[in-house]
């Protein structure tokens, strides 16, 4: 754990809710490192979510800082962020996200339709991240055709394919059986182990374990 | 993603409803087909006539009884028909230099017999001089000659379909048919002009006049010797009636008179029909927009995952967009395939075409109805936050 590819100053996050104000994150700071694999641990409601929404681009701060790889992108436009979201950044949902009636392949695709990588190359780089994620025989089956394991297997060979810099999971076996979990689980340290920096956005502390490092959050602070 | 690649993810989303979406673009068919059918339908009209008039032959003038024009009351125009037999020796008196022959023209729609088969024809009624005038001629037999009409001869030049339908392979010379009971013999047959002028039967109008009380003539039809001077010609006839005729009883009017009166009255009525179709595809419109804000709330999530992955506000407002023009762009190629099949399906009894500019036009309301009316739910699409969509339930 050498260089950091990203670095939080003082995020905080303010929902305003007319009357109301709710702050969801105070004054948050953390580093994320190259191969690096944390857990961001939290019950409901303590803003486990909205940091991972701040960190992965998806949602700006109502202040404090945040660079990616030397590059301070706090106040990148709506258009800026998704580019750097397709390239640095991967997801993984609790509840798989792909597209419905759309078969593993092009699922798999999807990212790279918004990249710059040449159309040419997309099926090949699909094919190969479903053979990391031990998919590679299910390329036309459709989503509705998977199990759940295997639909969170496409998810995560979805947030490989452009070969981003961070990828983010979310509760990413909090809808699987423990079996099909622990499959999980042991691809994420595979990937982890093969250089890959891995966030783990979860309630569980069992799931937070197999994290080098965890930060617990409690009502928008680091504790 | 490129414009390519979003208008094959539309035809793959909407490939996902079907039904829906075919529904969707039923407004747009619907509109399409009706503005297709109609002008190939004017068009069909506007060339069956010109191909009659062209049928009758070149510098035809043409004199109509009464006032012709769209103020003008179809049934007073006929009763107060004043064109008699003496109008033709007028013209013939005082324009006689300028045109090849002048001929009455009576038609009466009249059952023709021969023995037990029957046919609906027009019995047209004229002179020896109509042979000439309107480019008609018997292939077989011969025409009726002046003689013949000063002599009230029960004789008649039959038309090609005519000879068809009541002799088939019979050879129809010196046969004779009936009208109203009195009998013709038939002394010719006509070329084949086709269209209707080869249901009628030829018969001296001075024989209708006596044989079947048949005075009144639709019309009185002359031909000007040189085209370049129908002008000239036309104020003769009018000057020669005029001596028996008050201005307001006749009229005299060329082809291409007719012919322009005719596009007017198709033109207002291509107009009329054209903003019916205009409204069903403004329908049409609405209800692929009301769709697309449909589409727009159910795939939410799909929206917030898209922008998760990568795609900026404008790849999802081009992607709803496209959605929008293709179900737009197919219905308006489905109304031109529903309307050219109508106008296949009727070329045997009109000849319908679909102009050029029509087909341009239909796709480019298709494309411009799905931009016009897709836009608003592009734009809804491309503007939600990726967080609450990937939230929405």
């Known amino acids: 754990m050498t260089k950091t590819i990203l670095k939080a100053t003082d995020i905080c996050k303010i929902y305003d809710l007319g009357e109301t104000k709710i702050h969801a994150l105070k004054n948050v700071s953390l580093e994320l490192f190259e191969n690096d694999f944390l857990a961001i641990v939290g019950k409901s409601g303590s803003g486990k979510s909205t940091l991972m929404h701040i960190l992965g681009l998806l949602d700006t701060p109502t202040s404090g800082e945040l660079i990616l790889k030397d590059k301070n992108v706090t106040k990148y436009t709506p258009n800026q962020l998704a580019h750097i979201r397709n390239e640095e950044i991967g997801f993984v949902f609790q509840f798989f996200n792909l597209l419905q009636r759309t078969s593993t392949l092009d699922n798999v695709i999807l990212p790279l339709k918004y990249s710059h990588v040449p159309k040419n190359q997309w099926e090949d780089k699909a094919k190969k991240m479903l053979e990391i994620v031990d998919l590679g025989d299910r390329l036309q089956n459709k989503s509705n055709e998977l199990s759940g394991g295997q639909k969170q ?68 602070i680091i504790v | 993603m490129n414009i390519l690649e979003a208008v094959k993810a539309a035809f793959i989303s909407l490939s996902l409803n079907k039904t829906r979406s075919f529904l969707t673009m039923l407004g747009v068919i619907i509109g399409v087909f009706a503005v297709i059918s109609l002008v190939s339908l004017v068009k069909g009209v506007e060339n069956f006539v010109t191909d009659q008039f062209n049928a009758l032959g070149s510098n035809l003038i043409l004199v109509a009884p009464g006032r012709t ?46 023995k037990n088969k029957q046919f609906a024809a027009t019995v047209s009624g004229v002179n020896e001089k109509a042979f000439q005038i309107t480019d008609v001629s018997a292939e077989t037999g011969r025409n009726f000659t002046e ?138 419109g609405i209800g692929i927009m009301n769709i697309m804000l449909v589409s727009v709330t159910e795939r939410t999530k799909e929206i917030g995952l898209r ?36 106008t296949v399906g009727i070329s045997s009894l009109i000849r319908a075409q679909i102009p050029g500019w029509a087909l341009i036009i239909s796709v480019g309301f298709s494309v411009g109805v799905g931009v016009l009316f897709g836009t608003y739910p592009a734009i809804t699409a491309g503007k939600k936050d990726p967080i609450e969509s990937l939230r929405y339930e």
């Open chain 2, 69 to 114: 024009g769209f103020n003008q009351d179809p049934a007073v125009t006929f009763t107060n028909n004043k064109l008699r037999a003496k109008h033709i020796e007028l013209i013939e008196k005082y324009a006689g230099n300028y045109i090849v022959g002048v001929t009455p023209s009576i038609r009466v729609g009249k059952t023709v017999k021969y």
């Open chain 1, 153 to 220: 297997r496409v998810a995560i060979a979805r947030a490989l394919v452009n070969d981003p810099a961070i990828i983010f999971a979310d509760e990413p076996t909090g809808n699987l059986d423990s079996k099909t979990g622990d499959e999980i689980v042991a691809l994420f340290k595979k990937l982890h182990s093969q250089g890959k920096t891995i966030i783990i956005v979860t309630h569980d502390d069992d799931l937070a374990k197999i994290a080098e490092r965890k930060i617990v959050l409690r009502d928008g």
């Open chain 2, 147 to 284: 003689g013949e009409v000063s002599s009230k001869a029960r004789v008649t030049v039959i038309g090609p379909q005519v000879s068809d339908e009541l002799f088939g392979e019979i050879d129809p010379l010196g046969k004779k048919v009936t009208v109203e009971g009195i009998a013709f013999e038939v002394i010719g047959v006509l070329n084949k002009k086709g269209l209707n002028s080869d249901d009628r039967i030829l018969v001296p109008y001075t024989s209708l006049d006596t044989y079947l009380g048949i005075d009144k003539f639709s019309g009185i039809a002359t031909k000007a010797k040189d085209g370049q001077k129908i002008d000239i010609v036309m104020g003769q006839v009018e000057l020669a009636l005029l001596h028996d005729l008050k201005a307001d009883e006749f009229d005299v009017l060329s082809q291409k008179d007719i012919l322009s009166s005719v596009s007017n009255i198709l033109g207002v009525l291509s107009a009329g029909l054209g903003a019916v179709a205009a409204i069903s595809l403004v329908v049409g």
């Open chain 2, 307 to 342: 922008k998760a992955l990568g795609a900026t506000p404008s790849n999802i407002a081009v992607q709803f967009l496209s959605e929008a023009v293709v179900i737009s762009l197919m219905g308006g190629v489905i109304g031109i395939s529903l309307g050219w099949l109508l």
